[in-house]
């Protein structure tokens, strides 16, 4: 089955600066990436996605890239704010015949944001 | 808005004693997962259903959790009897999925219910 590895375990960045987690996967017919934000107590959220026909998405201050080659995929959260700090998950799946098979997760990454 | 509504939120319960955690997806999708967290392992999924059967439940203790979708706007996550090593939170989130070769949709997870078994 399908593997994913996330760096690092934990980052701390000072606010407005830059933060990056990468992740690696293991089967290379995955073809959807996503990222979610899960903050203390609440319920994972989607904040991007990328698919396998693509090597880099971007929504204002969140991208992410992929690398099919290397079979690696990067979060990139630009002028970090104070609410940015919370537990980022990077996921992979396979969109198999019927459609959506379920998420892998990496073991996400506690981002804190210093003042 | 729509959402995926768990319930219960939090649930305190005996080893040795049965749970049923209950799911609604949101109206309209047709692939519900089951996930359950814990610190040590993360985020691990359980099983899913696509149109009410079961597609995947190879990450489920097979022998006392069982999952099921009575209909297409409930679905139940099981456990009988209960163990500590079961304490989690447990998610539900669902999706829709579009047709053969579709691409895989976003899944929209639950609140989820917090398991405690002592």
């Known amino acids: 089955g399908e593997n994913v590895e996330q760096h690092p375990s934990t980052l701390s960045v000072q606010e407005g600066d830059s933060a990056v987690i990468k992740c690696t996967y293991s089967d290379s017919a995955s073809n959807y990436f996503p990222w979610y934000k899960q903050e203390l107590g609440k319920r994972p959220q989607l904040i991007i996605d990328i698919r396998s026909n693509v090597g880099e998405k971007k929504d204002q201050r969140i991208a992410v890239t992929l690398n099919k080659t290397a079979k690696h995929f990067s979060l990139h959260i630009t002028e970090t704010q104070p609410e940015d700090s919370a537990v980022y998950f990077c996921a992979a799946s396979m969109a198999s015949g019927g459609g959506a098979d379920g998420l892998t997760f990496g073991k996400g990454t506690h981002l804190i944001i210093q003042p | 808005d729509a959402r995926v509504t768990q319930t219960p939120r939090d649930k305190v319960t005996e080893m040795g004693q049965e749970v049923t955690m209950r799911c609604q997806p949101i109206l309209g999708h047709n692939t519900v997962f089951w996930y359950r967290q814990t610190m040590m392992q993360g985020l691990e999924l359980l099983a899913y259903f696509r149109n009410r059967a079961p597609l995947d439940d190879s990450g489920m203790p097979k022998d006392r959790f069982s999952a099921e979708m009575p209909d297409a706007t409930l679905a139940t996550l099981k456990i009988q009897p209960s163990e500590p090593r079961d304490s989690a939170v447990y998610f539900c989130?669902?999706?829709?999925?579009?047709?053969?070769?579709?691409?895989?949709?976003?899944?929209?997870f639950g609140q989820g219910t917090r398991l405690t078994v002592v």
């Open positions: 989130a669902s999706g829709l999925t579009l047709g053969p070769g579709a691409w895989n949709t976003e899944a929209f």
